[in-house]
């Protein structure tokens, strides 16, 4: 059915219009993001970029192309991918769910605790990296190769206009902006809030005309798109869900490539994760200082709080591994990461105490 569904889109790609010319350099990295040049996309690609140019003496050119020049969503980015167009590109799990439907397990929620597990968790070789780029490999006829999975806006965070919320029932009854899709509606409606469906571009007067009330938000989003200006006025960092970003690449174009080049492109998609992972750190520090300067309630869950969540989330992880084609593998393979991310990192934290 996947593999059906890729074909497709990657025919109506080609009818849309004609291969990109090719570059003079000998090898050319056409790489996309649909996002702009102030996110953490952008910051990766250029430290992307950087490495693989200078690493390669000049032999790899990478091309950047920010924004929908190329592609504008992500079916149409996967389906470039595919065909060759689009050499890499950076798609969210949202984004990517109609083709890979179980990447969803990144919106799973509370299952890595925090920075440090979600980076080891996600890191190349982990046993959940390796089954993700196994099905998405088999899902697409082995057309597409995942490279890595980094961060794009830190975590995600109950935000509403009406009250502080500590605790799940306090999200009862809010009208909780999500995208169209199953997992995050599922999820809202555990919780006991409504979720309710509204284009990204349409959130801000809907938070001004009541339509919605909440939103499952970074904090960098929520003030890049000035959120509180339309009543956006109190945030909860229980930190459900890691805005996972998962970066692309042609197999095709990836394994035509010297085995010593092969490895200057691995390595940059390293250093593009770890810029990934750096940078919402650092602008989320400005962004929480903004929205507590202007007025803005932001409340830290106790342990307690936050266990009252996740039990309160555990019909979603039913849901998930029953409904979804490949949740069931998704979920066991993150869940057994998290669990060897956790062991060591007890370790480490243990050894750094004595």
């Not at 409606?189 to 979720?195: C, T």
């Not at 750190?281 to 929205?291: C, E, G, L, N, V």
Request: proline share 5%; charged share 20%; hydrophobic share 45%.
């Amino acid at each position: 059915m996947l593999k059906g569904t890729l074909k497709s889109l990657m025919v109506a790609t080609l009818l849309v219009g004609a291969p990109l010319a090719a570059s003079a350099a000998d090898i050319t990295l056409r790489a996309t993001a649909n996002s702009n040049e102030n996110d953490e996309d952008y910051d990766g690609l250029v430290v992307f970029k950087n490495h693989v140019e200078q690493a390669s003496n000049g032999a790899i050119e990478v091309e950047l192309f920010i924004g929908t020049q190329l592609c504008s969503n992500g079916s149409e980015c996967l389906a470039g991918v595919a065909d060759g167009n689009i050499d890499v590109v950076i798609q969210t799990s949202g984004g990517t769910a109609n083709i890979f439907p179980f990447v969803q397990v990144l919106d799973l929620p509370y299952l890595m605790a925090d920075d440090r597990v979600a980076e080891a968790a996600l890191a190349n070789g982990s046993p959940f990296i390796t089954k993700m780029q196994e099905m998405v490999k088999e899902a697409s006829g082995g057309a597409v190769r995942l490279m890595t999975i980094g961060n794009t806006g830190g975590w995600r965070n109950f935000a509403n206009t009406k009250r502080r919320v500590q605790k799940p029932e306090d999200l009862a009854g809010l009208k909780i902006r999500t995208v169209v899709a199953d997992l995050p509606q599922e999820l809202v409606r555990a919780l006991g809030a409504a979720p309710t469906p509204i284009p990204w571009p349409e959130l801000f007067t809907s938070f001004q005309t009541g339509v919605v009330e909440g939103s499952k938000n970074g904090i960098t989003d929520i003030m890049s798109m000035k959120f509180p200006d339309a009543g956006l006025q109190y945030v909860t960092l229980d930190g459900h869900a890691y805005m996972g970003a998962l970066w692309f690449m042609n197999n095709e174009k990836y394994m035509s490539l010297p085995e010593d080049m092969r490895r200057v492109v691995s390595d940059g998609f390293y250093a593009l994760q770890q810029a990934t992972f750096a940078s919402p750190k650092r602008k989320s520090i400005q962004a929480y200082q903004d929205f507590a300067s202007g007025g803005g309630d932001i409340y830290v869950p106790t342990p307690e709080e936050k266990a009252a969540f996740k039990e309160a989330a555990q019909p979603v992880y039913d849901w998930f591994k029953q409904n979804v084609d490949g949740g069931a593998d998704a979920f066991d393979a993150l869940t057994a990461a998290v669990a060897e991310a956790e062991a060591e990192l007890n370790a480490v934290r243990a050894a750094d105490l004595n």
